[in-house]
């Protein structure tokens, strides 16, 4: 028998296989899968996605949030987070949080050979930005919510990138 609300299946929602991310970004990080557990939920304050990232992918461009804090925890498979510090791995049962407004970039890369599974969880924030440390991409929401990206100077990517 299907779940009602506040019950829910995350293998009955659909999977976004996208990225915002302009090239050359976009096929560093693609194909993943996310699925809006936050959304589906009607959560408002919260986001929520369970994300299946492939061998060889990367989860974002090294970044950080000027306005959301940020939480991952590692499901199925094993990751490694790369920060300021350095580089960890990460496997099931571990997790990593990152405070609005720390200045430093994070990111997961699978170099393993199988997916691996994660929750990502933020708090929801339209004046949120972030930074990217290691290349030339600036991210800000619109006023819609959806994610703008630009060159560090406010310039737009050509379609070529």
């Given amino acids: ?44 304050k919260i986001g929520v996605n369970l994300t299946t990232l492939p061998p060889g ?23 490694v ?20 407004g720390s200045r430093d970039g994070h990111q997961l890369v699978n170099r393993s050979d199988r997916p691996a599974r994660y929750l990502e969880i933020s708090n929801r924030d339209l004046e949120d930005g972030a930074e990217y440390p290691d290349v030339d991409l600036a991210y800000r929401k619109g006023p819609d919510g959806r994610a703008l990206f630009t060159h560090k100077d406010g310039s737009p990517f050509s379609e070529s990138g």
Avoid: I, N
């Fill in 1 to 44: 028998m299907p779940l009602k609300l506040p019950a829910l299946d995350p293998a009955t929602l659909s999977a976004r296989t996208g990225s915002g991310y302009p090239e050359p970004y976009r096929s560093r990080v693609l194909p993943r899968e996310k699925r809006a557990l936050g959304d589906a939920l009607g959560l408002t």
């Fill in 57 to 79: 992918k990367e989860s974002a461009m090294r970044h950080w949030h000027t306005r959301e804090d940020e939480l991952v925890y590692v499901l199925e498979g094993e990751v």
């Fill in 81 to 100: 987070l790369v920060t300021d510090a350095g580089e960890q791995r990460l496997t099931a049962g571990m997790c990593a949080g990152f405070a609005a």
